[in-house]
């Protein structure tokens, strides 16, 4: 008679808010970091990042715009990440293509996060949970709904840990 271990592992996932807004990502950084006493950077300004949040659609790199507070010592981070990105391109040139033709431009909306097509901004936290509550962003003017999920409810969540 074989024996069967089974064990169930009882993973945790952390919780992720969207925010609705219809502000610039430089704006929706300055109101967070007033309203919640955290300096923001954005990612490029910073030595030790992690990665950036890329995708490649159509043969072309998509990076999704992130901005970083940490507190290494406290283990302490707070993401906030941009869910949208508009490329703009070129539609295909016409066969009666002549020189003063004016070439047709397009743009296309990437999401990270599909799912919340309808969320501006998302944001992440490590090691605050107790002591931010990021629901009371509501009050921030200029955003008008902050919602949460775990996760791992997500498609491409692996992208965000």
Not at 24 to 40: G, H, T, V
Not at 52 to 61: D, L, N
Not at 128 to 150: C, H, P, S, W, Y
Request: charged share 25%; with cysteine; glycine share 4%.
């Amino acid at each position: 008679m074989a024996h069967v271990l089974s064990m169930d592992v009882d993973v945790e996932y952390p919780d992720i808010y969207g925010v609705i807004s219809d502000l610039p990502s430089y704006k929706m950084c300055a109101q967070i970091s007033r309203f919640l006493r955290l300096e923001l950077v954005h990612e490029d300004a910073l030595l030790n990042t992690p990665p950036p949040i890329t995708e490649i659609v159509a043969g072309e790199m998509i990076t999704y715009e992130k901005f970083i507070w940490a507190d290494a010592e406290a283990e302490a981070f707070f993401y906030l990440i941009n869910n949208q990105v508009e490329v703009v391109g070129a539609s295909p040139v016409p066969e009666e293509n002549t020189l003063f033709q004016e070439e047709e431009t397009h743009k296309n909306t990437h999401f990270l996060l599909p799912e919340w097509k309808q969320v501006s901004y998302l944001i992440h936290t490590e090691g605050l949970e107790n002591m931010i509550e990021i629901e009371q962003l509501k009050d921030v003017r200029g955003i008008r709904f902050v919602m949460k999920q775990a996760i791992n409810r997500f498609k491409n969540y692996s992208k965000l840990l």
